[in-house]
């Protein structure tokens, strides 16, 4: 337990100095990043008897060098915008009306709100037909042994062990479900924050939303919903921050609403387990809770203190870290030999885990100078994302793109995600259906055909 309490100490001290150094800014990068690993020690400080956790030095100093690294990449990249006035990009999206937005709110039109909730609506239609196909024709889902589950468990369980798959048609309308989802919530969010008079509302957006949320638990996973959520808070939050020129203040008052809209999330994380089935092997939902957000750690520090005991290096580069990049480099026609990228499992007190933190990636792939570097670019880019939102000619997009992909810092303590779900291919038709979509809702065209040179 005093080992727990040590580090959690430090990190906690780290997180009020990047509070304060950052200027209050609660979405720096190296505050989101401290703030997880403070919560992940809190929650393994609870267990640390149980799990009987004794953090050896490696761990202290990779968990503190990988945060101080991340402080550094986030203040060179403050420094650098500071000095040089930000980096000239190109944009194609310059035709918003802003002080319309802000006097009147994003006006949506009905029959786009239509077409979008028929979309999302015949998505999810589909998507439980092929879900439901999948069980009815699974060997797995017929056995005895496949009775016992729920029909969305015995559907993971048919991907796992029979390779089974929703139609390539169905995936891609839902990733666009998805896309239509993000856009709206950017909407909802813009037109509650700036408080516009005379603004529409659109109840057929918040059902749209809605719908998407309850698709997504048929995918049988929970992150796509936790990154909704995550996403809908960093939108709330850099709206906020763009409305008060960027001056953190009441930012007591922000992290309690945000910790409700955390706890909605939780509640259905946990709701989600209960439907896959996943829950079923816990005793109750703070051991399922601490399980998922703590044991990485614990993890980390076994596979530390007996590395030759876990999955073994590789002369290929970077297996581990870079497998999404590898599985599209393979797709096409790369000699790249395959990877298992899920980690293997270890007894954590009373139950498995499989995940070690990001940090164990980095480090098995690239060793020390590879975490560091891994670390402070992660700082510095995550900076600049954040940062472009201050341009008073930055867009909707922008506030779109930078939330979008804040989820990895979220999970900074408990998995890899950069990697593994942001530099793929996937992110590259996100990205484009992002662009259609929101340029269909808000601003009534498919593309912008001026072009202009801008500061971020």
Excluded at 79 to 84: I, V
Excluded at 160 to 172: D, F, N, P, R
Excluded at 380 to 401: A, E, H, P, Q, T
Excluded at 436 to 442: E, G, I, T
């Amino acid at each position: 337990m005093a080992s727990v309490l040590l580090l959690l100490i430090i990190v906690v001290a780290m997180m009020c100095g990047a509070y304060v150094f950052f200027k209050k800014e609660i979405t720096s990068p190296t505050f989101i990043c401290t703030a997880m690993y403070a919560l992940s020690l809190f929650l393994m400080l609870l267990y640390s008897e149980e799990w009987e956790v004794n953090l050896s030095l490696k761990t202290y100093s990779i968990i503190i060098v990988a945060l101080v690294f991340l402080w550094l990449g986030e203040y060179i990249a403050m420094r650098a915008a500071s000095a040089f006035g930000g980096k000239r990009l190109l944009s194609v999206f310059v035709d918003e009306d802003k002080n319309s937005q802000e006097t009147l709110g994003i006006q949506l039109s009905e029959i786009s709100i239509a077409i979008c909730f028929i979309f999302v609506a015949l998505t999810a239609i589909l998507y439980l037909r092929d879900v439901q196909n999948i069980v009815a024709n699974s060997e797995y889902a017929q056995s005895e042994y496949g009775q016992e589950y729920t029909f969305l468990r015995q559907f993971s369980w048919a991907q796992i062990l029979e390779g089974a798959e929703v139609s390539y048609l169905v995936q891609q309308m839902f990733t666009l479900s998805g896309v239509i989802a993000f856009v709206l919530s950017y909407v909802v969010i813009y037109n509650m924050v700036y408080r516009p008079h005379r603004r529409k509302r659109h109840p057929f957006a918040y059902l749209t939303i809605i719908v998407y949320v309850g698709t997504s638990f048929l995918t049988s996973g929970r992150a796509l919903m936790l990154n909704f959520f995550i996403y809908c808070i960093f939108v709330w939050l850099i709206l906020l921050a763009k409305k008060k020129n960027w001056t953190f203040n009441n930012n007591i008052k922000l992290l309690i609403r945000a910790a409700l809209i955390i706890v909605i999330a939780i509640l259905l994380f946990y709701l989600a387990g209960v439907l896959t089935g996943k829950t079923s092997s816990y005793a109750n939902f703070m051991d399922n809770f601490a399980n998922y957000f703590s044991s990485s750690i614990y993890g980390l520090n076994e596979y530390l203190n007996n590395p030759s005991e876990f999955m073994p290096d590789t002369d290929f580069f970077g297996i581990h870290t870079l497998s999404g990049l590898y599985t599209l480099l393979r797709t096409l026609g790369f000699p790249i030999p395959d990877s298992i990228v899920a980690l293997e499992y270890i007894e954590c007190g009373d139950y498995l885990t499989n995940i070690y933190t990001p940090l164990r990636r980095y480090f098995q792939d690239f060793g020390w100078i590879g975490l560091c570097l891994i670390m402070f670019l992660i700082g510095y880019f995550y900076k600049r994302l954040v940062r472009k939102n201050k341009s008073k000619n930055s867009c909707g997009l922008d506030v779109i793109f930078a939330a979008y992909f804040m989820f990895p810092l979220v999970y900074i303590a408990i998995e890899e995600r950069v990697f593994m779900d942001v530099i793929m291919m996937r992110s590259i038709y996100q990205i484009i259906y992002i662009i259609f979509v929101y340029q269909w809702l808000v601003n009534r065209k498919f593309y912008t055909k001026r072009i202009q040179l801008r500061y971020a």
